[in-house]
């Protein structure tokens, strides 16, 4: 008798994710399709585009007094963002 590697089909995903180079681009448009949640409804009034470039996640918004208000808060929604998607995925956010 012969023991089988048996793998789960996320781990098998994952990892052709990794071999094709997928695997970043996809935790980052978690990440940004997250940015709603943890914003909250009266801080997406005023935003108006998120990316990323460079491990930074840039949020546009309309609001300068916000913008300065929520600069002060970076590490926390940094801290968030990649809790909820489950690794590191960016260091730093720049509202801008």
């Given at each position: 008798m012969f023991k089988r590697d048996v793998q789960s089909v996320k781990d098998l995903i994952m990892r052709t994710l990794r071999e094709q180079?997928?695997?970043t681009p996809l935790q980052q448009k978690?990440?940004?399709e997250r940015w709603p949640e943890v914003a909250g409804p009266m801080i997406m009034r005023y935003t108006l585009n998120t990316y990323i470039y460079n491990q930074t996640l840039y949020v546009r918004l309309s609001n300068p007094a916000l913008r300065a208000d929520l600069s002060?808060?970076?590490q926390e929604f940094t801290k968030k963002l990649n809790t909820l998607v489950g690794e590191q995925v960016i260091t730093d956010i720049r509202f801008c």
């Open positions: 180079g997928l695997e978690r990440l940004v002060m808060r970076r």
